[in-house]
């Protein structure tokens, strides 16, 4: 199993294994706050340009960490297909008016950061190479969420790079994208911290010192 040092660690890794996309017209799209830090390592490899997208996810009441689904930037809400369709279904009829609202703050939560420097936006990924990004991958979900927010949106190849996945997740990943890079692949759920010394609580200033820094 893979272990490392910090995330730029698994950055550095990462980049080598996509090198054929350095100096093209690609950018590096972050799929959550730890995330910025592996992805601004491939960034700085490739000499292009990262983005951080923003999701929030929907919890069931009574049950946090369970989550039904996560909301994109665009407002999109898909579901987490790890969980059964009876499961959901049976969710959304006891809890509807709870998940309504909380989908509504979390669009309202995104909509707050959404013009900050650094975000990703239909301009800045259009007619690229798109490299998505993640500290590690135990369900789909943020791959079904890049996803819906790219759909009318025209790229030329969608490219995964992540330090460790879930066979679950890897599945997905060769359904979603053109290409992947995974170094670690698990069964089961995990915590992506048991795979880095450092931990996942980056700040907002780390986070927007990085994105600041591949603007400049």
């Known amino acids: 199993m893979v272990y490392f040092e910090d995330r730029s660690q698994a950055g550095d890794i990462l980049a080598e294994k996509l090198s054929s996309y350095r100096n093209t017209n690609t950018v590096v799209v972050a799929l959550s706050k730890p995330a910025v830090l592996v992805a601004r390592r491939i960034s ?29 930037q665009r407002g999109d809400f ?43 936006s239909p301009e800045s990924v259009a007619n690229k190479n798109v490299i998505i990004v993640n500290d590690g991958l135990d369900t789909g979900t943020s791959i079904d969420a890049i996803t819906a927010y790219l759909k009318p949106i ?46 996942a609580d980056i700040s907002d200033e780390q986070v927007g010192a990085a994105l600041s820094l591949s603007l400049a």
């Open 78 to 120: 898909v579901y987490n297909q790890e969980m059964g369709k009876g499961l959901r279904e049976e969710l959304e009829m006891e809890f509807h008016n709870t998940f309504a609202g909380e989908k509504l703050e979390k669009f309202h939560k995104i909509n707050t950061m959404i013009d900050h420097d650094g975000i990703v």
């Open 44 to 72: 700085d490899y490739l000499n292009c340009e990262v983005t951080l997208m923003l999701m929030e996810p929907v919890d069931v009441p009574g049950a946090p960490g369970t989550t039904i689904g996560v909301v994109n």
């Open 154 to 199: 025209h790229i030329q190849r969608l490219i995964a790079a992540v330090p460790i996945a879930t066979i679950e997740a890897v599945d997905r990943l060769h359904i979603a994208c053109d290409e992947l890079h995974v170094l670690g692949v698990i069964p089961g759920n995990f915590a992506p911290d048991h795979y880095f010394d450092e931990p």
